[in-house]
C-alpha cells in the first residue's frame, strides 16, 4: 500500500512517467486531494464512495484522468451513469476479491464485463486487475482488456522477462 507521500516521491523520481493511483482505502475522498498533484489518472474503488460522480468531477478538473474500479460482485450497470456522463477514462474491472495479491483470475466475474464494456462504452479504457499471467493476459485482451494489472506474475518471473511475455497476448 502506497499513500501520498510516496506517489508524490515516484513523481520526483519519474517526472514524465504515467502514474496511475488505485485509491482502494475505505474513503477515497479522505486522499484524493492530496494525490492530485503528482497523479496521471487515479482510480476510486466504486463501492468505497459515498458519491463517484463528485469524486469523479473532482479529479477531472484538476486536470487528472479518472478511472473507477469495479468489484468481482458490482454489475458494469452499477457504473453506466458516470461512463455515460463522461465522467470516466478508465474502468478497471477487479478479477479477484480485493486486497490480496497472488489470487487466480476470475474468468465468470472478469470477461463478461470486459466484453460488455467493449461493447457498450468502446472509447473507455479497458483495464483488468488480478490474477494476470501469460493465459489469462490473452483471455483478457480477447475479452477487450486494454490494459493488464500484474503484480504476482511479474515479481515471481522477473519484471521484464513479465512484461515481455505479457505484451505477446496483445500481439495474438
Not at 6 to 27: E, F, I, K, M, S
Not at 43 to 56: N, P, R, Y
Not at 122 to 132: H, K, S, T
Not at 136 to 150: F, I, P
Request: proline residues 5%; hydrophobic residues 50%; aromatic residues 4%.
Amino acid at each position: 500500500s502506497m499513500g501520498p507521500q510516496t506517489v508524490a516521491a515516484l513523481r520526483a523520481r519519474l517526472p514524465t512517467a504515467y502514474l496511475d493511483v488505485h485509491v482502494g482505502c475505505q474513503n477515497p475522498d479522505a486522499v484524493v486531494d492530496a494525490l492530485l498533484e503528482h497523479s496521471s489518472g487515479i482510480t476510486i474503488q466504486f463501492e468505497s464512495c459515498v458519491d463517484a460522480a463528485a469524486t469523479a468531477r473532482r479529479i477531472r478538473a484538476a486536470g487528472v484522468d479518472v478511472g473507477v474500479c469495479i468489484a468481482p460482485e458490482t454489475p458494469v450497470a452499477a457504473v453506466e451513469d458516470l461512463l455515460s456522463a463522461g465522467l470516466v477514462d478508465t474502468v478497471d474491472v477487479l478479477a479477484v476479491a480485493p486486497g490480496r495479491g497472488g489470487q487466480a483470475f476470475d474468468a465468470a466475474a472478469a470477461v463478461p464485463k470486459l466484453k460488455e464494456l467493449r461493447k457498450r462504452f468502446p472509447a473507455v479504457r479497458r483495464q483488468v486487475d488480478g490474477g494476470i499471467d501469460e493465459k489469462t493476459a490473452k483471455l483478457a485482451v480477447a475479452a477487450g482488456a486494454d490494459v493488464l494489472v500484474a503484480g504476482s506474475f511479474l515479481f515471481a518471473n522477473g519484471v521484464e522477462e513479465g512484461v515481455d511475455a505479457l505484451r505477446g497476448a496483445f500481439e495474438a
